[in-house]
């Protein structure tokens, strides 16, 4: 697999880094992608997937709460990631 990531921005530093990856353990430890793990009630890293769109979003809260962290390249279509989907509580 190679691909890149486009930083998402809404680190709001204008920095669009552009970083290739050649697995997705080399993905999960770019800095920026590494930095959320630490993160409370961080939860996990998941792909969105939207027409021509992928986007890596990292999620908090077992996935009630979620984030876009980049735009996602992939030449042959696979990360090793669960697919996000959206999860919403019932207000009680």
Not at 51 to 57: A, D, K, N, Y
Request: charged residues 20%.
């Amino acid at each position: 697999m190679e691909g890149t990531i486009i930083k998402h921005n809404m680190f709001h530093d204008d920095n669009h880094e552009i970083i290739a990856f050649n697995s997705t353990e080399f993905l999960l430890n770019i800095d920026f992608v590494k930095k959320v793990a630490d993160i409370p009630n961080f939860y996990r890293y998941s792909i969105f997937k939207q027409s021509t769109q992928i986007l890596l979003i990292y999620e908090l809260n077992e996935g009630y709460e979620w984030y876009a962290l980049g735009y996602l390249t992939l030449f042959d279509n696979t990360i090793d990631l669960p697919l996000w989907s959206s999860k919403y509580k019932k207000n009680v």
